[in-house]
């Protein structure tokens, strides 16, 4: 069985070391890749998801993408005159 493959030995213990890092992983997929390369198991998308975020509790992080064509000075000002609008 599958879920036996990720929760026994080596894999699970390095998985829950990687993802306590701050690296980490981009995508459930690239766990998927992980363990194939590093642990030569290979193991479907689904089994990778429902491990991780429900027994081993952790959710992938990562950051929402931004212009790199966006002005410090305006973002600052927004931010600055955006707290008056605040409801409290």
């Known amino acids: 069985m599958q879920s036996d493959r990720v929760a026994s030995g080596l894999a699970s213990a390095a998985l829950s ?15 998927v890749e992980w363990l194939k ?3 030569g198991q290979d193991i479907e ?3 990778v ?3 991780v975020r429900y ?3 952790a959710k992938l992080k990562v950051p929402r993408p931004q212009s790199h064509n966006q002005d ?5 000002e927004f931010k600055k005159n955006s707290e ?3 409801i409290v």
């Open 55 to 57: 027994r081993l509790g």
């Open 49 to 51: 998801y429902a491990w």
């Open 17 to 31: 070391e990687e993802l306590k890092t701050g690296k980490g992983f981009s995508s459930y997929g690239a766990i």
């Open 45 to 47: 998308y689904a089994m």
């Open 72 to 76: 410090e000075k305006l973002i600052s």
């Open 84 to 86: 008056s609008f605040l």
């Open 37 to 39: 390369q590093e642990h």
